[in-house]
């Protein structure tokens, strides 16, 4: 990747710093709309967490992990090393504000509002993502075959019921499917399952880094300037906001689009902007000649993991590990997730499985931030999208489009200020 000199002042109309997909979805649409755009990353090609997701178009999960009652299980899942829930203890004291805002928005209106919210992102996401994907010659690689929940007992799928129900409220269509009903839809799948619901909303995509790469070329084609280096802090003490990079350099530009993932809450603190973000760390592991058959992505309810069936291969994946960016990997939690689908996916075949790591970047209530910072206007902010940040991307990126040509944005953004940190 070649470093292009630095640009003057005039020359940069947007800077756009990251380039997962989140932050190249904003990218492609700024320059749909005519925009003169520089994108910054300390790495394009390396790994990031937009390379190695379960690939899912999520739309369908519109409710925020922290639900009514949740507390109980968490404690349950933590007392298992393996579970799908950890916090490492050396983690704690810098986790303690993120996990006290977390338990507050638990209480059902919180519920209910968070809900509502992240409805009004995923409810118009294929409006976004498919002239999206299309315009990156990725549409081939869709595939809108739906999901499938599957319920090990009855009586976890009734436990459910009323976030099934609420979830139609929230735009959400779903089927229940018998016992026999499954096995007909997914032969592959050990007939230990009581229970399935059909999401016919749900896609899949082939391959979450190969999406990466095609936006980041076409990103590139369409005229993007390119620059690789690690961004220090932004200097929002002007008019014109600064990217200044680690190697001091400064980039002045009319707006700086903040989409860092995991590592923003530091960039939006040197603006003065408050932000609780952690990472939450997912695992999974991609079995190349899986010698199973899959026609979609499946979530298992209990055991809180999911399989999908990509071109690369079927990847294994799930886990919410909360041990900061710079702590290694423990990858005995990919193994752990594949030693159970090796019980629900009779004679799947795991030789030379790839196991992958990525932070999640989360806020306590599920949802993302995106906006303009209330100290700068120049300066809006596109990260936090936790589960959902490929699902999400492209809807991120019309909404950033309308912020940047100062147009009403097509969905009530208020939900997604940074200024509910306080
Ligand atoms: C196991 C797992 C499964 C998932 N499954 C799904 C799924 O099925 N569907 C879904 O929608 N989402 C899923 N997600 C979530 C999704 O992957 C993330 O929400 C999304 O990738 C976040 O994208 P991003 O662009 O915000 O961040 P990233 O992809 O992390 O990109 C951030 C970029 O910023 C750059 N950067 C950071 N700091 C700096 C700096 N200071 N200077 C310069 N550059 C910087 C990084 O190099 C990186 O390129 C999953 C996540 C995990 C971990």
Not at 137 to 145: K, P, V
Not at 150 to 173: I, M, N, P, S
Not at 210 to 227: D, S
Request: hydrophobic share 40%.
């Amino acid at each position: 990747m070649t470093v292009s000199a630095e640009p003057k002042h005039a020359d940069i109309d947007v800077l756009i710093a990251g380039a997962g997909v989140v932050g190249l979805a904003c990218a492609w649409a700024a320059l749909k709309e005519g925009l003169t755009v520089t994108v910054v990353d300390r790495d394009f090609e390396g790994d990031r967490t937009s390379h190695g997701n379960a690939g899912g178009i999520a739309v369908t999960e519109s409710t925020p992990l922290s639900a009514p009652g949740l507390l109980f299980k968490a404690a349950k899942w933590l007392m298992d090393p393996l579970g799908p829930l950890s916090l490492r203890v050396a983690h704690v004291p810098q986790a303690l504000p993120w996990f006290l805002a977390f338990n507050k928005v638990s209480r059902p209106e919180h519920f209910r509002r968070i809900s509502y919210a992240l409805a009004s992102l995923n409810n118009r996401v294929y409006d976004d993502f498919l002239p999206m994907i299309e315009d990156i010659g990725g549409s081939g690689s869709l595939y809108r075959r739906g999901a499938i929940t599957v319920y090990e007992t009855d009586k976890a799928y009734q436990a459910d019921q009323h976030e099934w129900q609420f979830k139609r409220d929230l735009g959400v269509q779903w089927r229940e499917l018998s016992k026999a009903e499954l096995h007909d839809l997914e032969p592959g799948l050990a007939p230990v399952f009581e229970r399935g619901v059909f999401l016919d909303q749900w896609s899949h995509i082939g391959d979450p880094k190969r999406l990466v790469t095609q936006l980041r070329e076409r990103v590139r084609a369409l005229g993007a300037n390119f620059i690789q280096q690690p961004i220090a802090s932004i200097d929002a003490s002007k008019e014109h906001p600064q990217a200044v990079l680690a190697n001091g350099t400064r980039l002045p530009a009319t707006r700086i689009v903040v989409a860092t993932g995991a590592w923003s809450e530091a960039l939006a603190k040197s603006v003065g902007d408050r932000v609780l973000l952690d990472s939450e760390r997912g695992y999974n592991s991609t079995l190349p000649h899986p010698n199973v058959q899959l026609s979609r992505e499946i979530i298992f309810a209990e055991r809180k993991f999911v399989a999908t069936p990509l071109d690369i291969g079927l990847r294994i994946g799930g886990a919410a590990e909360f041990a900061g960016l710079n702590a290694p990997p423990n990858y005995k939690r990919s193994d752990a997730l594949l030693s159970l689908a090796k019980r629900f996916l009779p004679g799947v075949n795991d030789a030379g499985a790839v196991r992958w790591m990525g932070h999640r970047p989360a806020t306590p209530d599920s949802l993302p931030v995106i906006g303009a910072s209330p100290r700068n206007p120049g300066v809006l902010y596109a990260f936090g999208h936790g589960h959902l940040g490929l699902t999400q991307s492209a809807t991120t990126g019309a909404l950033i489009a309308d912020l940047l040509k100062r147009r009403t944005p097509r969905v009530n953004l208020q939900p997604f200020s940074i200024s509910r940190f306080g």
